[in-house]
């Protein structure tokens, strides 16, 4: 839309995380939540057993940071995915139960699909337990990463230049248990939704994505004068054409639910 109009940035403060832009000509405002892991969430280390941090997920309890605006809106759209990658603590009703290679003793190792289904679950359950809530729910689903010759901390990379062809790749066993248990968590929300009338729907992008290695920056991911080390970024999506490409499968979903 914003090559027909400029938005208007109408965010309640300056936090980064949480942003709304409304589109005065159309009554249309967009907004952003930033919560890697839909549910309540705080980092316990900076660094952890990978350096890419250690944090407490509370599975069973709300972010009310945006499960509080849910009246608020039309349409909610909920996505999640690589931050599940990192060391994470598992709590539920209050106690630790376990959590995702955290490397400590006397605490059980559960697989990351364990802690991925829980947030879904819990997240859905925000939703179809709010009152006030009377628009659709979109599930964005997982999009896989596309790094190749190593793991991402250790020089592996994204250098192709044209997209897979259909039988030339298949979703990675990590991968495929958070789309797989992502999927079983929105098929359960969906019929529980039918008893309080709320709205789901599917906007299943992970195989469209697992062909396009093309859409990450690689190691370009800052501007040339900077002066600094990165390693490749073969998770973000910051080429054009593979991510606008999930704005035209939306757009064509809410004209077909009109």
Known sequence: MQNVENPVE??????????????????????TFWTPYLVRS?????????????????LDEFDLKWTTKLHEFDYVI?????????PAMF????????CFYCLRDGVKDFPMSYGYAKAFQTAFKAINSSPNFKGKTYLRT????????????????????????????????????????QMEEYRV???????????????????AMLLRPDGHPSSYGHWPQENVTLYN???????????????????????LDK
């Not at 109408?10 to 907004?31: G, L, P």
């Not at 539920?92 to 139960?97: A, C, F, I, M, S």
């Not at 929300?189 to 195989?207: C, I, M, P, S, V």
């Not at 054409?241 to 004209?255: A, H, V």
């Open 10 to 31: 109408v965010s309640a403060n300056d936090e980064w995380h949480f942003k709304r832009w409304k589109y005065t000509n159309y009554s249309f405002t967009v907004s």
């Open 78 to 86: 909920l996505s999640a995915g690589h931050w599940f990658y990192r």
């Open 142 to 181: 997982f999009a896989p990463s596309h790094f190749e010759d190593g793991t991402w901390n250790q020089g592996a990379n994204c250098l192709r230049k044209k997209p897979f062809k259909s039988n030339e790749t298949q979703l990675e066993p990590k991968g495929l248990s958070l789309y797989n248990a």
């Open 189 to 207: 929300a969906k019929d529980e939704g039918k008893n309080t009338g709320k709205r789901f729907r599917l906007l299943d992008t992970t195989q």
């Open 42 to 58: 705080e980092q316990e280390e900076v660094n952890g057993p990978t350096n890419s941090g250690l944090f407490n997920l509370y």
């Open 233 to 255: 970024d073969c998770v973000h999506w910051c080429l054009p054409g593979p991510i606008d490409s999930w704005s035209d499968f939306l757009l064509e979903m809410l004209k």
């Open 91 to 98: 709590y539920e009703n209050g106690k630790l139960v376990g």
